[in-house]
């Protein structure tokens, strides 16, 4: 999956599974993109190479309990680099009497100052 640049907010579970996803431009400003809902955010859909780095922030989050973290980051593809803030942040739902946990995760692009 090659992108532009790989900007928008997904919603992924515990393992990593996009439930819902969302691109946007450089702007912010909605896009349409790739259908990669129930595939694995890190596996099949990052297309940065540096996509590992970003697991290990994701499992690092999940362990500390926090209800959210927000960082630079930089998402290294073949050619070039570019400069992203990450904001994840808990999500807890019930349907059908059983809970329902999942991390939001939004990339937009950051320029340092």
């Known amino acids: 999956m090659e992108r532009q640049d790989f900007l928008g907010l997904f919603e992924v579970d515990e393992l990593g599974t996009v439930l819902h996803s969302s691109f946007e431009k450089m702007d912010g400003e909605p896009i349409l993109g790739d259908d990669v809902d129930g595939l694995n955010f890190f596996n ?59 991390v939001l995760i939004h990339i937009r692009h950051h320029q340092k100052s």
């Not at 998402?75 to 739902?93: G, K, N, Q």
């Open 44 to 102: 099949e859909v990052v297309p940065f190479t540096n996509a590992e780095q970003l697991r290990r922030r994701f499992e690092s989050f999940k362990v500390q309990g926090l209800t959210a973290s927000a960082f630079d980051f930089a998402c290294e593809y073949r050619t070039r680099s570019t400069p992203v803030r990450v904001l994840m942040a808990r999500i807890r739902e019930t349907a059908k009497s059983e809970a329902i946990k999942s």
